[in-house]
């Protein structure tokens, strides 16, 4: 609507956010690829169609990412609504935009250290930096909600 067309935040926001989520479907594309080459199949009628059911198994690769999957869920879900709410207390649209911006590139850097095993503390660093403006979101949506809790 034209009206969120003004909200510059909301639209910062959805951009990073739209970034994320792509990210997000790379990474189970990456995931059904491995399978694919590793021949590791969670379920028995994938591994029949791929060779037998003794490639219904797990396999480290596959796993490592499945992991990084599940971290980006429980790191880029909440993300979606503190950005969401955060976008309505009208902050600086320069200030949420560096929010917005630490958080995917951290998102970016910690999948990339995940998937291709970069070595220590890269992966943690990457996590530590994407969780600082979750939590200043988080603080500041508390700040503003407070009087009504």
């Known amino acids: 609507s034209p009206k969120m067309m003004e909200n510059k935040v909301f639209l910062s926001f959805t951009f990073y956010s739209t970034i994320l ?6 990474v189970a594309i990456i995931t059904g690829q491995v399978r694919l080459r590793k021949k590791a199949f969670a379920n028995p009628e994938d591994a029949l169609r791929n060779g037998g059911v003794q ?8 796993e490592r990412c499945r ?20 976008s309505l207390l009208n902050p600086s649209p ?3 935009r560096i929010h917005f911006l630490i958080f995917c590139v951290g998102r970016i850097i910690h999948t990339i250290a995940y998937l291709l095993r970069l070595r220590a503390p890269t992966r943690s660093v ?23 809790w």
């Open 21 to 26: 989520i792509l990210k997000m479907y790379v």
């Open 126 to 148: 990457a996590y530590g930096v994407a969780q600082l403006p979750c939590f200043s979101m988080a603080l500041q949506i508390l700040l503003a909600t407070i009087p009504y």
């Open 55 to 62: 490639f219904c198994r797990q396999d480290p690769d596959v």
């Open 94 to 96: 320069a200030v949420a």
């Open 67 to 86: 992991r990084a999957h599940r971290n980006d869920m429980e790191n880029i879900f909440p993300f979606l609504f503190l950005g969401a709410i955060y």
